[in-house]
């Protein structure tokens, strides 16, 4: 009966699927466009066929669409509903009460529901979703106050990376005429709280310490720090409710269009080709249905090297401004998605990695770049107690799953889908790196000495 329906499924138009999912002309002008190669795959034994996955409206989704769209979850044998989410409390909600088999995430939220911060659940992350992607956006009057503590080139144009110490001054002004000043982020434990933290202290700007009373983040703050969903972040900033942002494509080059602000810096300055998205299961899942999480996680890979590949991105951006999708305007999408940024209106800059799908083993699930959330966590107060260094390696371990990755790439190879060199050799650590915006080196295997290395945040003794 599978057999049956796969093969119905199969010989429907590529238009009609498409237009089932949004009935816009643009949607069924780009189904023309869909790719119908003949796969190579092998199809496992799927013990669940039927899957719903979440995500959020953001650019770095884009393995998912394009894992749909151009067919590889239906070689695996997979049909895949791919449904938008109103925010990121309600994917984690979704998957771990089994509304969604699995979803796009914030690396920080499987992490966090391990580690013992907010709900706790036992998730896994098979696949890494992309590197770097994020920017940090001020307001039109901060960056003009900004703009002179900003050192210029020979061409008047400013020097980038833009530390966050040009934004030192304009905080001391805000806070000597009795305003406080403040800014947004997407989650309490999403990458860009953790990387606007890492920009704002690595100038001696406090971004304020979690406590069990205060779960805001905000004792000691200098700079108060809210929870913005993404899509919102543009309004919230035209409003004036906050006076920037930290948030991931489209919102930063829709702030520069709609001319209500300038994106001052990105995570690739931050901590370069640094860890973004995931996806994620619950382990209940990964353990019920194991050739179905090796499948997703094969379609996925598939999918991430697509977006890599030369001249596939136009495509993509099509594919991502689709209503059922990101549903942005291509111009905006492609500002990043192509390989550039646009900083102040104007300033156009090219960034080929600012979206990164598949290079630098990017899809790979890095113990180390687990660890390095965890290390934040402690740093703010989130995990309000010392744990000793072990501590931090077998939490990340019951997470993070490069085993299922391994297994869905070797089969991947098998079909000659991708080289065997796309398979790293490694212990499933980074070597340390010092490719940060202070030059502070990372090393994953010492969590407890890297968080002592900041002046700013908790220390901690060694803990046996």
């Not at 901060?142 to 530390?163: A, F, L, Q």
């Amino acid at each position: 009966m599978k057999a049956l329906i796969k093969k119905s499924i199969l010989i429907l138009p590529v238009a009609v699927i498409l237009f089932s999912c949004g009935n816009k002309k643009k949607d069924a002008a780009i189904a023309e466009n869909v790719s119908t190669e003949t796969s190579k795959t092998k199809t496992l034994d799927i013990e669940k066929p039927q899957l719903t996955f979440g995500f959020i409206k953001l650019t770095d989704m884009a393995p998912l669409a394009i894992a749909k769209e151009k067919g590889f979850f239906e070689d695996e044998g997979l049909f895949v509903s791919v449904e938008a989410q109103s925010n990121w409390k309600n994917v984690l909600d979704r998957v771990i009460d089994g509304q969604l088999d699995g979803s796009h995430m914030l690396a920080g939220q499987p992490i966090a529901a391990g580690a013992g911060f907010g709900r706790q659940a036992e998730l896994v992350t098979p696949f890494s979703m992309d590197l770097n992607g994020n920017g940090i956006t001020v307001s039109n009057d901060v960056w003009s106050k900004m703009k002179p503590n900003v050192p210029k080139d020979s061409n008047g144009k400013p020097i980038h990376p833009i530390k966050a110490d040009a934004l030192k001054p304009v905080i001391s002004d805000y806070k000597a005429s009795g305003k406080a000043f403040k800014m947004g982020m997407v989650f309490p434990v999403s990458t860009h709280n953790y990387e606007i933290r890492y920009w704002l202290a690595a100038a001696g700007i406090h971004p304020g310490m979690y406590t069990a009373e205060n779960v805001q983040g905000q004792i000691d703050a200098e700079v108060l720090l809210s929870v913005t969903p993404p899509p919102q972040m543009p309004a919230t900033l035209e409003a004036g409710t906050i006076y920037g942002y930290c948030v991931g494509e489209p919102w930063n080059q829709q702030a520069v269009f709609k001319g209500i602000g300038v994106p001052v810096t990105t995570n690739y300055d931050i901590w370069k080709n640094n860890p973004e998205k995931v996806f994620v299961m619950t382990k209940k899942f990964v353990e019920e249905y194991p050739n179905t999480a090796v499948a997703v996680t094969k379609a996925l890979i598939r999918a991430g090297k697509w977006l890599d590949e030369p001249g596939n991105r136009a495509e993509a951006v099509k594919i991502l401004s689709m209503s059922q999708y990101v549903g942005a305007d291509e111009a905006v999408l492609a500002n990043s998605m192509t390989g550039t940024f646009e900083f102040e209106k104007g300033d156009k800059r090219d960034m080929p990695d600012f979206n990164v799908f598949y290079k630098y083993n990017a899809t790979y699930p890095f113990y180390s770049d687990g660890i390095w959330f965890l290390t934040q966590m402690r740093r703010w107060g989130q995990i309000p107690e010392s744990k000793p260094a072990d501590w931090y390696e077998k939490t990340i371990k019951d997470i993070y799953r490069p085993d299922i990755w391994t297994k869905a790439a070797n089969l991947l190879v098998e079909e000659g889908n991708i080289p065997a060199s796309d398979i790293p050799t490694t212990d499933g650590y980074k070597p340390a790196t010092s490719d940060f915006i202070d030059g502070t080196t990372y090393d994953a295997k010492d969590p407890i000495g890297y968080i002592n290395s900041f002046t700013i945040g908790n220390k901690d003794e060694a803990v046996k």
